[in-house]
């Protein structure tokens, strides 16, 4: 037995009222140190025990307050014995606290490689036409000095001690209220059959080391803001010849302030002053696809819509175009001087029902107009 009556948050060395987090933390950071693998000093397995008892108990709510309110003494009252584990099986004790190889060291199946995302801006104009861009992101790639096995170029991984290469173990875990048994992959190796005895200096036994990398992205004409475009096998590397993940592209489309766009169509508007809608002029009008000249007729009005057929966005991935829409806005003077005063004036004593009467059909065009 390991001497009992030591203080479990003396010898975590963290304050008594330290959260879960601080006490795992500084459980794996003693684990590491004391692990009878690693240390040379011969107390080392002993208080490599203790170091593992105090974190059995602190790590549990139940036991450690009995522990807080009655120390050692508590705990026996409470029937919670800790365990007096077996040096010899350390590999299930790490998993049964962490889940997971404490020393980051075990080969893991081939796995495929995690995904990763990356922003791009663009404007309305390079959806318009389709562009292409560099981006910049950081991923995980096979380790140049291991070339991925995770062991130290010289070495090899070996067959894993914990399962004997088979994979899998039965796993005991005993606390308060009994002793479990199941058989799962083994913790030692995460079901490989194998582990790295000396880890590679630059990966630290990963196989992959994290680094920018940069892709050319063709963003397609058509693209819709938020959209995303996947590159496959660009992203994070396997782990142990796994296929690499996929690279996903967020487009941004930036709003242009001379348009809206409605899908594939692209609304405008167009301003003409009372006197061009009255007599009629010819005045440019911006698309996407550079500016175009567009006449109006004397008597133009107020919302009339202008449909420019196939000025609008190309499909994505088909064939085809939206519409431009142009919608007139007459501006109205707000400021006029007293000889334009006097000229309205007149203008309006001129003016009869003749003046503003309606064409026939003005709905039926307007709707036609809007389809
Ligand atoms: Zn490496
Ligand atoms: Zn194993």
Request: proline letters at 5%; a negative charge.
């Amino acid at each position: 037995m390991a001497t009992a009556e030591r203080d479990y948050y003396e010898l975590l060395g963290v304050q008594r009222g330290a959260s879960d987090a601080e006490i795992k933390k500084a459980f794996r950071k003693l684990a590491r140190e004391l692990h009878p693998d690693v240390s040379e000093e011969p107390d080392a397995p002993e208080r490599f025990k203790e170091v593992a008892q105090a974190y059995e108990v602190l790590s549990n709510a139940e036991s450690r307050k009995l522990y807080d309110q009655y120390g050692h003494a508590g705990l026996k009252r409470g029937g919670f014995t800790p365990t007096d584990f077996d040096l010899g099986n350390l590999g299930d004790i790490f998993s049964a606290f962490f889940g997971d190889d404490l020393f980051g060291r075990a080969t893991r199946g081939a796995g495929r490689g995690g995904d990763a995302a990356v922003r791009v801006q663009i404007e309305l104009a390079d959806a318009y036409a389709g562009v292409q861009r560099t981006v910049e992101l950081d991923v995980a790639a096979a380790c140049d000095r291991c070339g991925g096995d995770g062991a130290e170029p010289g070495t090899t991984p070996v067959t894993c001690p914990t399962c004997g290469g088979t994979g899998r173990v039965q796993q005991v875990s005993r606390s308060v209220f009994g002793e479990f048994v199941r058989t799962g992959a083994c913790p030692g190796c995460s079901g490989s059959g194998r582990v790295i005895e000396t880890p590679c200096e630059r990966c630290e036994g990963q196989g992959r080391t994290i680094g920018p990398k940069t892709l050319e992205v063709e963003i397609p004409a058509g693209i819709h803001d938020g959209q995303q475009i996947r590159l496959r096998g660009e992203g994070h590397a396997g782990a142990n010849g796994g296929p690499a993940g996929d690279v996903y592209v967020e487009v941004l489309v930036s709003r242009d302030e001379r348009f809206e766009r409605d899908g594939n169509d692209i609304l405008a508007q167009v301003d003409l002053t009372i006197v061009q809608a009255a007599l009629g002029d010819t005045v440019s009008v911006p698309t996407l696809d550079g500016d175009v000249e567009l006449e109006f007729e004397p008597g133009t009005q107020p919302g009339e819509v202008r449909v420019l057929r196939g000025k609008g966005m190309p499909v994505l991935q088909r064939y085809g175009r939206g519409d431009q829409r142009v919608l007139v806005n007459v501006s109205v003077p707000r400021r006029v001087n007293d000889e334009q005063r006097r000229l309205l004036e007149q203008f309006e004593q001129g003016s009869d029902e003749e003046t503003y009467r309606r064409d026939e059909g003005f709905f039926e065009k307007l709707r036609s107009a809007l389809r």
